[in-house]
């Protein structure tokens, strides 16, 4: 392997097909996204992608079997509507500048083997959430924008930066003659946020005109809610025994004086 | 893309032309003159770089499209004059070395295509600066040399290094069989520096002869130094602070005794 | 060199070979179960690998001669069984990415040239060891897993990462229609572990169905086992040399107040 | 410049010819003792070496002239003897893994391409030198080991590496029926170091049979020695002073008291 490739487990007829794509990155939040829509439309494994710039190591599977690092794409046949679609998620991104410029491109020439006319790639951005994570939208095109905002998405900031496959693909895409919408949905990042992925699967259902049940990510969130908690709980501890600390120290001064 | 490529927006014919080139570097000096230059001649775009050695994120322009890191080029038909321009910036310098030297070669082998026999680099060098920027020249070839030196630029001393594209250009212009000369302005680096890039125009509109309006650098000027103002100010005033408390620190230590 | 290549140094005729890999890694418990096993066995050299990936050093051998690093191919008549072994060991892992794929594919492509059915790699499993280190079997085929276990090998928990060419070649094997078992010696990895080698030479045999004399690795194994003890000696010492010095400055400070 | 090339300025018609290489390294052995050679026989420049693997600036001439990092081949047409030499040295090494295997091949086929029999490369071996620093010898042949040895040269430890292109073009000379032979002076290795050049000189001059005046290194030498006498003051100077602080802050602390 001396470099990225797709290997298709079978030959599939889809129809005006769009690729969703979500690698791990901030938070989590298009691998979380990607994985409920693969399980909610039970969508199916047809193609994987390899590349030697994936980490050097392999994972062992259920059954001590073992396999490469690599992509997955899926589809799913939306027989009511108008667009099937094609989901892709992974273990990882490239861990070289060129490697990621690389696996963004075989993604988008797969789309355009698979007659994709637009992409959409989800991803994490990192803000001090509030109360519900907005989705902030970038797209290629000015028409799949408009949609993206009718559908509750924001405008993302003048000048900021999308990084690793989330932003190349739409960065390439032009190149291929392919539209791309970035959906990306807000998160502190540092901990798998299903709830950002939640907002940014709202968005994109709407976007679609797909009616999709999200209350399974409700039980992951909350069990997410309760980690950021403890670890919450955990730091103020820390800070409380810090005070305590101080607080000796200050005493044992006083005495020395 | 697996390598650096050009992809020209349209065919320009252009009149014995130069190449001046200002990619980000030390205090932005190169970037902000061929901003200026492109602001103020009205150049047009003709062509943009793009390269697997930039960075791999996208940037969000105005109303949330979305663009690859990449270089420019514009050009500008100097109608009285003898020689047209072409200007190159961009977002980025390369990643990796390989990368470096590979877009060097590229950007001269557009500059070959159009017929450039000079090919003018610009960037910052670092020193600490007293008072009015001084430009260092640096050159393939003594007769362009001298015409640099006769406009008021100063010979760069022996053995010190030019880093990066600027400097990369000039080593490899002569394979290509360019001229190339280097116009570097003095700043301390490390903050966007309007006042030597400044300079350096003063000394490239004398090499070319060019008549050109700077004052319109004189308010970027002003901002950046009411910034480096500003942060004198705060450091002082962390330096008295500093200074305060080890004072109090002094006193405990006497009521201790 | 532009890339790793292997060199042959003589033509041999195995019957159904078996190819086992160690190189360097945890505890250095591949190489030190290859090189036992070259050494009883008396297998004979009969390739090199060499690579622009390994380190950029050479080795001064005995007598001041001077070898690039590399790997090297061994093969064993088992003139009694039913398979011939071929054993490679080396200096050192690639040491970037794209050479770690590189290198375990032309392992591969070779072991594919030998008519090699089953690759079996070695390596360690760093964990606090207590008893008996045990081995961890991964594979790319349920079979040549329960072989495995039944020769004592016990199971990989379930998403573990195996690094390097030990367990990239699981990860390619199947592109090239390869079997391939991993065997990990329990180790804390940090020396080299003779005991977490013999661990896996015993799976090993029995997977095998060689009678091997393994008794030649417990001088190694004392050795070893002195040497962490020496170390664990020092580290006491330090901690107590610590203690007293802290006693030390308690007793200043009482004096000081 | 997608690779390392070699450019030659002129053809020439060489002897028997030996080349010898010394690019920087520790206390920069190598290419001090090629410059000696250099300058002691008049030789002249014939060929250049480029390579996208050094780093990425430019460097300065005298006279504001600017050129790439090069390393460069010199004749020198030894009349009376028997062979002629080549005498190569640089600017730098390479900057990564592939580029170190990539030039030294490169140099070994310049080598071949001029019908070389023997390279001899030059580097540093850091050790704690005491009096006249000893050459050490290590060989792709026992014939030139030996002849190495007669000329004063002893053998290299068992096991130590030879990092560099110094090492690496021994490691890859065998692949190209080449002789070669390393000779590496003992050094501190952190400042130039002509003592530890001129050692090898000694040996090296021995070796070819050439009576070579090495009392031009003397003032170098006195130089290299009066610097690190005064980094030694310096270095002194500073105990002195941390020593002084320590009990001023003794004599506080017992005031305290």
Chains 1, 2, 3, 4 share one sequence.
Request: some cysteine.
């Amino acid at each position: 392997m001396k470099e990225t490739f797709i290997k298709e487990l079978m030959k599939v007829e889809l129809k005006n097909p769009i690729m969703i794509e979500g690698l791990p990155g901030l938070g989590l939040v298009g691998k979380i996204a990607i994985r409920y829509l693969i399980k909610k439309l039970n969508a199916q494994k047809f193609a994987h992608l390899y590349s030697p710039h994936f980490p050097y190591f392999v994972l062992v599977n259920k059954k001590g079997s073992v396999r490469l690092l690599r992509g997955t794409f899926y589809f799913w046949k939306n027989d009511g509507g108008e667009s099937d679609l094609i989901l892709f998620t992974g273990d990882s991104q490239a861990q070289t500048i060129e490697g990621q410029y690389e696996i963004s491109n075989k993604i988008l020439d797969f789309a355009k083997q698979c007659n994709v006319k637009l992409v959409i790639t989800i991803g994490g951005y990192r803000v001090e959430v509030k109360d519900k994570p907005k989705v902030i939208a970038a797209a290629t095109n000015q028409n799949v924008l408009d949609r993206a905002l009718k559908a509750d998405a924001i405008i993302s900031p003048l000048g900021s930066p999308i990084v690793g496959t989330a932003g190349l693909i739409l960065g390439l895409a032009p190149f291929k003659k392919i539209d791309a919408l970035c959906l990306l949905g807000e998160t502190r990042g540092y901990l798998p946020d299903p709830k950002a992925a939640k907002s940014v699967l709202e968005v994109l259902s709407k976007f679609l005109g797909l009616s999709l049940d999200l209350s399974g990510l409700d039980e992951e969130i909350a069990k997410a809610e309760n980690m950021v908690a403890r670890l919450h709980k955990i730091e103020e501890k820390r800070a409380l025994q810090a005070e305590e600390m101080r607080r000796e120290e200050d005493k044992k001064i006083t005495y020395i004086s």
